[in-house]
């Protein structure tokens, strides 16, 4: 018989002014929440928070986010070369280790619809067992990210940064995060695959 899959507990931060004094909708947050549900098997405990474009603020919500045992901390939102654009530099800030990989490639993919995605800054670190994604703040964009580019039939022409998120969590210790391939097919080396759920 096999056990349930690992339970995991995600924090998903929205960063805007105008979102967080009510001028719009925020529409990151229902984003996050919705690509996520699809593309994991795991039960998901989501940790919601939506606010302005504030330096400080930023880098106690994310560290907040981690101390409340969030394996996974996405922001979207904040990443552009405007004066009030500050989420890297608050990601970094809390940061133990950076992953530029995922910017690199988030910037890859973006590139192919706009020239203007090399403006864009969105970085990844861990801080402690938790790893921390800066994402676009247009919902196209950041499931186009995420999950990557397919053709008309759903092949992969470019994988998004998702891919490599559940074998990333393995290596610092988190959940064994369990991806629906019909939405994302996640990349593990063979010998770190869990071939059944028993414990």
Not at 112 to 118: D, G, Q
Request: net charge neutral; glycine share 8%; with cysteine.
């Amino acid at each position: 018989m096999t056990a349930p899959y690992d339970a995991v507990r995600v924090g998903i931060v929205s960063v805007s002014d105008r979102a967080a004094t009510g001028v719009y909708v925020d529409k990151g947050l229902p984003t996050l929440k919705d690509w996520l549900t699809r593309a994991l098997r795991n039960p998901i405990t989501f940790e919601e928070r939506l606010i302005p474009d504030d330096q400080a603020r930023i880098s106690a919500t994310l560290i907040e986010l981690v101390e409340a045992g969030c394996s996974l901390v996405l922001t979207t939102g904040g990443t552009g070369p405007a004066p009030r654009d500050v989420t890297p530099e608050a990601t970094l800030a809390v940061a133990h280790k950076e992953m530029p990989g995922f910017g690199e490639q988030m910037r890859q993919i973006s590139l192919k619809f706009v020239p203007t995605a090399i403006l864009s800054r969105q970085c990844a670190v861990i801080r402690d067992k938790s790893l921390i994604l800066n994402l676009p703040g247009q919902p196209k964009s950041i499931q186009e990210t995420l999950e990557g580019l397919k053709n008309d039939v759903g092949e992969s022409l470019m994988p998004g940064i998702f891919a490599a998120v559940p074998y990333c969590i393995d290596l610092i210790g988190g959940p064994y995060l369990e991806a629906d391939p019909a939405v994302c097919k996640a990349f593990r080396p063979k010998n770190a695959i869990r071939n059944t759920r028993s414990e």
